[in-house]
């Protein structure tokens, strides 16, 4: 069965920094791009960012310029770096790979929390 491990959230101070991890238990095809999502406590989930097989990128408005994602194909893994973080960072990341008509991965999320 195909799993997505996240890994590298924790408790930082604002202005601190944070580095995420997605480790895929197996390689997907091209066809899938990984995002990282998040979901604070009452809050709907959001994407954070995304990247395609190609390497394209796209970002949320909030974190632009503050966040980068990245991708390793020979590791399976897929890094978010967090810098300048913000409380309002504070949430549970999950990463995800999903392609139109195809099934979505989910992972079991990390916590970040930031603290002001």
């Known amino acids: 069965q195909v799993q997505l491990v996240e890994s590298g959230g924790g408790l930082v101070q604002a202005g601190g920094s944070l580095r995420l991890s997605c480790a895929a238990t197996r390689s997907f ?11 604070a406590p009452g809050k709907q989930r959001e994407l ?3 990247i395609t097989s190609s390497g394209s990128t796209n970002y949320a408005d ?21 810098n300048s ?7 549970v990341y999950y990463c995800s790979k999903r392609a139109p008509g195809f099934r979505e991965y989910w ?6 929390t930031v603290s002001s």
Do not use: C, H
């Open 48 to 50: 954070v960012a995304a």
């Open 85 to 91: 973080l913000k409380p309002e960072d504070t949430a």
């Open 29 to 39: 095809s091209s066809a899938y791009t990984t995002g990282w999502f998040r979901q």
């Open 107 to 112: 992972g079991q999320g990390t916590q970040v």
């Open 62 to 82: 909030s974190v632009k310029g503050r966040f980068t994602i990245s991708r390793d194909n020979a590791k399976n893994t897929v890094d978010l770096q967090m």
